[in-house]
């Protein structure tokens, strides 16, 4: 399967403080990654491991240092291809009030398109459709400060998706939400990926939103430490801890079994499993 974002032996560092004595900090080290088309893709990692300086390479917010990022196989260093980039790459970001520029919902929807110069027809097909994709469409009228957390996420998805990306990068997109905010946004990112066909790199600390992905990359001290399916991941549950990272409630409960004695599979990731688990355990 074709790659949509190829990352190629990255390091990436941020200016050093010129009120400072410290030396730039390296950020990303040596990073490769490969995200194929159509695929559904968490990216994990504490705090200052590097997973959003690594999202922001993905359509050319930030460039390496040394290295190459290739989005849908345009190099993110050409100046002259960024506008390219983003109508390849869409980025969502942690606070949707960043990214919302208008007072009423349809006119943020179409505000990127009115600046690609889409024609008023298009514009007004692609404005509804993303609007509906999404789930907003009868609120396209109302105004953006009127509508919740969760709602407004989806507005700003909505903007992105208007421009028919063919990846969309969203970097804690639910980390400002309440429990049914992150619920709508996430069930609005399963159904871009896998109705739309939509490539999803997803940037998250909830572990419950990760399992739900096709694959996850965890990363730490600004490297890729481990990458493949969200079972495997989660079974390595002492792994995981050591670098700082929770899983899945369910997939705990079953390493704590296992710890005292009965026998478990840490490959278990949702309450579905869980419960068809715990019932053999009691018979």
Known sequence: MENIISLENVEFSYPADPDSNEPAKLILKDVSLDIKKGEFVAVLGHNGSGKSTAAKHMNAILVPDKGKVYADGIDTSDENRIFDIRRHVGMVFQNPDNQIVATIVEEDV???????????????????????????????EHAP????????????????????????????????????GRSEVLKTIRRLNKDYGITIVLITHYM???????????????????????????????????????????TELMYELGKNGFKTDTHIINEEECTEALLKLLK
Request: hydrophobic residues 45%.
């Open 145 to 180: 400060h009127q509508l919740s957390g969760g709602q407004k996420q989806r507005i700003a998805i909505a903007g992105i998706i208007a421009m028919r990306p063919d990846c969309i990068v969203l970097d804690e997109p639910t980390a400002m939400l309440d429990p049914k």
């Open 208 to 250: 419950d939103e990760a399992a739900q992905a096709d694959r996850i990359v965890v990363m730490d001290s600004g490297k890729v430490v481990m990458d493949g399916v969200p079972k495997d991941i989660f079974s390595e549950v002492e792994l995981m801890k050591s670098l700082g990272l929770d899983v899945p409630q369910v």
């Open 110 to 140: 179409a505000f990127a398109l009115e600046n690609m110069g889409v024609e008023p027809k298009e514009m007004r097909q692609r404005v509804d459709e993303a609007l509906k994709s999404v789930g907003m469409y009868e609120y396209r």
